[in-house]
């Protein structure tokens, strides 16, 4: 069935009686990590709540319905053309007379789409910064969805989120203020914890929760080396500049020196006779992959480019079969390196914010994280070979470590459950 909104028609779940559930989040956009999280709650809760109806709000709304089977709405969608007035003056009355009345009937738009929903749930997807604008999927939507979810009575839950950057005082302002309407409120570590404090936003009650990630379904993962390479096979995980999401003043040198450093990583990989399959985590980082390949191609001979594997995932499932079908794991993208770990797979993470950092301490392996703003090809090999000689005994601890997160969204998602059934 289908459902109209607004003007645009998105494919629905079948109807059914009970709960009314809406998402929050950078949905539907490629990127393989939020897409893994919106699987692995809306698994969790469809089993928890079967007659449940779930709703997105979400950045692409097109591809969250048809991918997931549910109501989707766009976080916020123009009214009218993009403006390219240059007069000062000109600005200030499109702003009065067509921006405030267009943002007024955005809430209400927004008070419209929330009716009959009894919980709105913001689960992870990096909404709490401003690195990439205050407005779109930044603080402003995250604060009005949530004033709108409160004026429409639900129950506002962020769940395993993660925090900063935040570099703007408004910004600090409208994540404080949305926070501090939230009946529920976990983190994914305690380093977003703390930096929601470190921003005046004072925690009660609040929780350390894994990532969602983990609570992935069972039958997606899949358990077994499925390489048919009788080589070595090491995932070397690539990934677009962060820019202002990883440090306050982003410098192009970064980036150059990240690429010239893997490419003395792969160099080496490839002299010694390992493969080297090429992942990615985002539309965005195909650019990236080409960028690493062009540095590459004076070094290698043609035999060798033919042991580089580049087949780049379009899903979440695509990526996981990749990952399944390596030995080794050196990513930059958080979700590569905790899909690996799901994997039981012995990882390297080039860290480029603090989440990466705070996972693989989490893991016990910080000592195979680099930061990605001190990238060293030399330290990586060393780190590497390093990982390479105590894969074996690092792998039970994975293993538990992996199984300990799960069971700890298991607890989250009950304590949820019985909250929700207190309504």
């Not at 008070?111 to 992870?124: A, Q």
């Amino acid at each position: 069935m289908s459902q109209k909104l607004f003007g645009k028609r998105f494919r629905t779940g079948p109807k059914q009686e009970g709960t009314r559930v809406a998402f929050l989040g950078h949905f539907g956009k490629d990127n393989l990590g939020n897409e893994s999280t919106l699987q692995a709650i809306l698994y969790q809760l469809r089993r928890l709540l079967p007659d449940a109806k779930f709703a997105c709000i979400c950045t692409g709304p097109e591809a969250t319905a048809t991918t997931h089977n549910i109501t989707a709405v766009p976080i916020s969608r123009p009214l009218f053309r993009a403006s390219t007035l240059h007069n000062g003056i000109a600005k200030l009355l499109r702003s009065l007379f067509i921006g405030v009345p267009s943002e007024l009937y955005r809430w209400l738009e927004a008070f419209m789409t929330l009716k009959g929903t009894d919980v709105f749930i913001v689960p992870g997807t990096g909404l709490l910064t401003d690195a990439y604008g205050v407005r779109g999927w930044g603080p402003y939507s995250t604060f009005k969805w949530s004033v709108v979810a409160k004026m429409r009575g639900c129950k506002l839950l962020f769940i395993s989120v993660g925090a900063g950057p935040i570099y703007g005082r408004l910004s600090r302002f409208l994540v404080r203020s949305a926070l501090a309407l939230a009946d529920f409120r976990s983190y994914r570590d305690v380093r977003s914890m703390r930096y929601v404090e470190s921003i005046g936003f004072v925690p009660t009650s609040d929780q350390v929760f894994p990532d969602l990630v983990f609570s992935l379904p069972q039958t997606v993962i899949p358990h077994e080396n499925t390489s048919k390479n009788p080589k070595c096979v090491v995932g070397l995980g690539l990934m677009e500049y962060a820019g202002r999401y990883s440090v306050a003043k982003p410098s192009p040198t970064t980036y150059r020196n990240y690429l010239e450093n893997l490419v003395i990583f792969a160099s080496w990989l490839l002299t010694r006779g390992y493969d080297v399959r090429l992942l990615i985590g985002d539309s965005g980082d195909r650019a990236v992959v080409e960028d690493f390949r062009s540095l590459l191609n004076g070094r290698l001979s043609i035999h060798d480019f033919g042991r580089i594997i580049d087949e780049p995932a379009a899903s979440v499932e695509q990526l996981l079969s990749q990952l399944a079908a390596t030995d080794i794991v050196v990513a930059t993208r958080f979700h590569n390196v905790l899909l690996a770990l799901l994997l039981n797979k012995p990882v390297i993470s080039i860290s480029f914010h603090h989440k990466c950092a705070s996972l693989m301490s989490q893991m016990g392996l910080s000592e195979y994280c680099q930061d990605i703003n001190d990238l060293k090809g030399d330290r990586l090999i060393e780190q590497f070979c390093r990982l390479e000689k105590n894969a074996g005994s690092l792998g039970p601890m994975i293993r538990q470590q992996v199984e300990e997160c799960r069971k700890a969204l298991d607890d989250q998602y009950h304590l949820i459950l019985q909250d929700l059934e207190a309504r």
